[in-house]
């Protein structure tokens, strides 16, 4: 399915209909000059209407039909300074119409009748107060012509009242034109605003179909796929674009289809549509009822079931793990407690001795289990704040060798000249960074030798985001258990609990940072914390 950015200019636009409103009007302005030339040079209208003024009459024609041709090629420019352009062109109609009447008395009714247009039009494109401004202009040019050719006449009461119903004409027609282009206008933005909206709403929609995480396709009765999204894309085992017979992308799903369509009942059985991908489940339903000409296809992932089935489990069984480790912890420290008890007494034999040490050893890896498990469950949010890794590294490592007696093995921190800087909560970072510690000195040795550990602040690259490393010289991690270590209660050590890289792992996302294993050249593991850098550095994202 495709995907557009709506933008404005999707929508029928405002500023390209009132090009459209001016070039009519000024194709009238040429219309109405071209009756002028023919009024003015046509013998049959000399015999007709008689010219008085005969030079006056063709020479306003023609300079006016020059105008109107000029305003008609100006059309785009004229929309950038509109309503000063069309201020000017009805001071030109008026003023034409003036000299054409002044020339030709005898056509004042035609010329007054076609003035009505173009104060109309006017109206419908300027503000009120100008249009009544072009409608009292034209009212007072033809009221003005009429007294100055009826005075002395009999008839001037007529020819009078005939011109105040011309300006009250100009008048009504500028008011009802001006009310009806307002409204006009308002719906047309109104339009313009839901075109937009809805154009935007249905992008809106196509990109959520696009990115489900189900698979989408929409099939016709002659079995060829009209569009489907990226994930009904990737389960069929990524088409070419131009295979659109759903017999030949998925003969199985097409199948499936035509028994759904012959007997409405559907398969629910878990299939494979194409090598290397997950198994479906296919579900059909119509666009419309009893309308079998276009069918949707959803494609449910079984291992995003499964995957979400294995949340679910793995949370309720923390939570009774919890419960759980809670209660046997009394009893624990009762046992614990007593041993040492038994421990101070001076009687007890060697042997005795013995066993009181194992409770003991087995007791200390008791709560250990116990610590990690409630860890699990009640972990805390992150409170980031901006780090200096250079800083930081360093006294973490003198603490860590303060606190722990790490004897012949070898801890140090590798910092960079310039400031390393990241967004984390110390707490959160502190408990990962020392938890790998600890296994990079418990198992990161090779036999009969000291381990050696470093923990490496710098960034990934000139421009990278910050990370910290924590590399030691052992025999490092086999790929297919390295695929599995991050992984709850997965563990190759006898005394291990399998929770310590899974906590470490949940902490870091918890604090947008990311966790991984970097098998290093020439032996060894290293476990990279890339984490966010602040707002203000390199690398940081918009």
């Given at each position: 399915m495709s995907t557009a950015v709506a933008h404005a200019s999707h929508a029928p636009s405002g500023a390209?209909?009132?090009?459209?409103?001016?070039?009519?009007?000024?194709?009238?302005?040429?219309l109405q000059a071209a009756v002028y030339i023919g009024l003015s040079f046509s013998p049959l209208a000399a015999d007709w209407i008689p010219l008085r003024e005969p030079l006056l009459g063709r020479l306003t024609a023609v300079l006016y039909l020059l105008f109107a041709l000029l305003a008609l090629v100006q059309t785009r420019v004229w929309q950038q300074h509109a309503r000063a352009a069309i201020a000017v062109a009805l001071c030109a109609d008026v003023l034409a119409a003036l000299l054409t009447i002044a020339a030709l008395p005898t056509a004042l009714n035609g010329v007054a009748l076609m003035l009505v247009v173009?104060?109309?039009a006017g109206a419908l494109l300027l503000p009120l107060r100008h249009g009544m401004f072009f409608a009292a202009l034209a009212t007072l040019a033809v009221l003005g012509h009429?007294?100055?050719?009826?005075?002395?006449?009999?008839?001037?009461?007529?020819?009078?009242?005939?011109?105040?119903?011309?300006?009250?004409?100009?008048?009504?027609?500028?008011?009802?034109?001006?009310?009806?282009?307002?409204?006009?206008?308002?719906?047309?933005?109104?339009a313009e605003r839901r075109g937009l909206d809805l154009a935007n709403l249905a992008q809106v929609n196509e990109l959520i179909i696009r990115r489900m995480q189900t698979g989408v396709l929409l099939v016709d009765e002659a079995n060829r796929v009209h569009q489907m999204n990226e994930s009904a894309w990737m389960l069929l085992g990524s088409p070419p674009a131009d295979r659109r017979d759903l017999g030949a992308v998925a003969p199985e799903l097409s199948r499936r289809l035509y028994h759904w369509r012959t007997s409405d009942k559907t398969d629910q059985t878990s299939v494979a549509l194409a090598e290397g991908v997950p198994e479906v489940v296919p579900r059909f339903t119509r666009l419309a009822a009893n309308d079998d000409s276009h069918v949707l296809i959803f494609l449910d992932d079984t291992s995003l079931v499964s995957r979400r089935a294995e949340e679910l489990t793995l949370a309720s069984l923390g939570r009774l793990s919890a419960s759980i480790a809670h209660e046997i912890r009394n009893p624990l420290?009762?046992?614990?407690?007593?041993?040492?008890?038994?421990?101070?007494?001076?009687?007890?034999?060697?042997?005795?001795?013995?066993?009181?040490?194992?409770?003991?050893?087995h007791c200390g890896r008791m709560n250990d289990i116990i610590e990690n498990i409630l860890q699990l469950s009640r972990r805390d949010r992150s409170r980031p704040e901006v780090l200096d890794?250079?800083?930081?590294?360093?006294?973490?490592?003198?603490?860590?060798?303060?606190?722990?007696?790490?004897?012949?093995?070898?801890?140090?921190a590798i910092v960079q000249p310039r400031t390393v800087e990241a967004l984390a909560d110390p707490q959160h970072l502190q408990q990962v960074v020392w938890n790998l510690?600890?296994?990079?000195?418990?198992?990161?040795?090779?036999?009969?030798?000291?381990?050696?550990?470093?923990?490496?602040?710098?960034?990934?690259?000139?421009?990278?985001p910050p990370v910290i490393e924590v590399i030691d010289r052992g025999p490092g991690i086999p790929p297919k258990v390295a695929a599995q270590i991050f992984e709850p209660f997965f563990t190759t050590h006898e005394y291990g609990t399998g929770l310590g890289l899974y906590l470490a792992k949940q902490m870091c996302e918890a604090n947008q940072a990311t966790l991984e294993y970097v098998p290093v050249a020439g032996g060894g593991s290293c476990f990279r914390i890339t984490l966010t850098p602040p707002a203000n550095a390199p690398g940081a994202p918009a």
């Open positions: 390209g209909a009132l090009r459209r409103e001016i070039y009519f009007f000024n194709l009238f302005r040429v173009d104060i109309s009429t007294f100055s050719e009826s005075s002395g006449a009999r008839d001037v009461e007529r020819d009078m009242l005939e011109s105040a119903l011309f300006g009250l004409a100009y008048f009504a027609a500028a008011s009802l034109c001006y009310a009806l282009g307002k409204q006009m206008r308002e719906t047309e933005a109104l420290a009762a046992i614990r407690y007593s041993a040492q008890l038994l421990a101070e007494s001076e009687d007890l034999p060697a042997a005795d001795q013995r066993m009181v040490e194992i409770i003991n050893n890794l250079n800083a930081w590294a360093l006294a973490f490592t003198d603490e860590y060798k303060e606190s722990n007696d790490i004897g012949a093995d070898s801890l140090r510690v600890q296994n990079a000195l418990r198992y990161g040795r090779m036999p009969g030798e000291s381990a050696r550990v470093m923990v490496v602040a710098r960034h990934a690259s000139d421009f990278g």
